[in-house]
């Protein structure tokens, strides 16, 4: 089929290189603008536009996919399907364009976890099994007709970008079948559960703050949903302090809320192996890589060598913290 493959960030390169590599054509690709990144906030093209490049693809990044000059664009293209991997929501007027409509690759196993921020709440949640779909695209958003899933086990030390790497290789994969078997004609969609569905919503900078009356299990689950970046976030001596790799330990909690509000966060002492062992509201959790703000990214027994710990208590919000980490 000819495809005009949708999509701007790195989860999206592995589908476009399995289309390149596929028998389908891909006859253009769209995507965003650049972006200004860097001390000097120089424009620079976001990954699935360098990886179109370097194919010399023809690439279009329209402001208004509803202006009709885009719309001619399409249509002089001749796609027969359009495929969207993590990009913007297409209008009806685009998608009812080529004959067998359009498809998207959702990183979640759908109806569960719709939504722009799949992967981030399957890891908040501890699931320990997750996946990716194709599905048709329709007007309401992560709703359309399913066409293939494909389940994904979650291990005990993924974090946000181990397992988003994992399911960008798979949902590739998984998008070549797709549009094989609906070039061949053996492939048909199945309407999704509305009741079934959970959502999973953008994450804000409040998603990413540490609870210490949590359980361990929970805070460890928070932490690797936002690692390797932009880091889970709470704060020491009043500057942010973050945290990317930790283990948990289970544990008796605090006895009474007072005394949770009190104890929690508090850096109780360091293990055997030279690591801070914090107080949470169910269990013990052991810090392995942390940065203070202004600081480098390190294992936390070096950060202790500057920074004793012992005694201190991780918690109330720093006046320096920036929001636009996320």
Same mark, same amino acid.
């Given at each position: 089929m000819r495809v005009l493959f949708f999509g701007t960030p790195e989860f999206a390169v592995p589908s476009l290189k399995r289309l390149l590599e596929?028998?389908?054509? /891909? &006859?253009? /690709?769209?995507?965003?603008?650049?972006? =200004?990144?860097?001390?000097?906030?120089?424009?620079?093209?976001?990954?699935?536009?360098?990886?179109?490049?370097?194919?010399?693809?023809? @690439?279009?990044? =329209?402001?208004?996919?509803?202006?009709?000059v885009f719309l001619d664009q399409v249509r002089r293209l001749s796609p027969d399907i359009l495929v969207v991997v993590a990009f913007r929501i297409l209008p009806r007027t685009l998608f009812e364009i080529p004959p067998h409509g359009a498809v998207n690759l959702h990183p979640s196993l759908l109806p569960k976890y719709r939504g722009p921020a799949p992967i981030h709440w399957t890891l908040i949640n501890g699931e320990t099994v997750t996946g990716v779909s194709?599905?048709?695209?329709?007007?309401?958003?992560?709703?359309?007709?399913?066409?293939?899933?494909?389940? @994904?086990?979650?291990?005990?030390?993924?974090?946000?970008?181990?397992?988003?790497? !994992?399911?960008?290789?798979?949902?590739a994969d998984l998008l070549i079948e797709t549009l094989d078997g609906l070039e061949a004609g053996?492939?048909?969609?199945? %309407?999704?559960?509305?009741?079934?569905?959970?959502?999973?919503?953008? @994450?804000?900078?409040?998603?990413?703050? %540490?609870?210490?009356?949590?359980?361990?299990? &929970?805070?460890?689950? !928070?932490?690797?949903?936002?690692?390797p970046a932009p880091g889970a976030w709470t704060t020491l001596d009043g500057k942010t302090f973050k945290i990317f790799r930790c283990d948990a330990t289970p544990g008796a909690g605090v006895e009474s809320p007072a005394r949770r509000t009190e104890f929690s966060g508090l850096v109780q002492k360091i293990d055997k192996d030279g690591f801070p062992v914090i107080r949470t509201g169910h269990g013990r959790l052991v810090l392995r890589i942390v940065q203070l703000e202004g600081k480098k990214r390190m294992d936390a027994d070096a950060f202790l060598r500057g920074y004793?710990? /012992?005694?201190?208590?991780l918690g109330a919000k720093s006046p320096n913290h920036n929001s636009s980490s996320l």
């Open positions: 596929s028998s389908h054509t /891909v &006859a253009g /690709v769209v995507t965003s603008r650049d972006k =200004p990144r860097g001390r000097g906030l120089k424009l620079t093209p976001l990954p699935v536009k360098l990886a179109a490049l370097e194919q010399r693809l023809p @690439v279009f990044e =329209p402001l208004n996919m509803k202006a009709e194709t599905f048709q695209i329709g007007e309401r958003i992560d709703a359309g007709n399913l066409l293939l899933q494909r389940e @994904v086990s979650i291990d005990d030390d993924d974090d946000f970008g181990s397992l988003h790497d !994992r399911l960008a290789v798979t949902g053996t492939l048909s969609g199945t %309407i999704q559960s509305d009741s079934e569905a959970t959502p999973a919503p953008k @994450v804000q900078p409040s998603d990413a703050a %540490i609870d210490w009356t949590q359980s361990a299990e &929970a805070i460890r689950n !928070r932490i690797r949903a936002f690692s004793p710990l /012992v005694g201190k208590k």
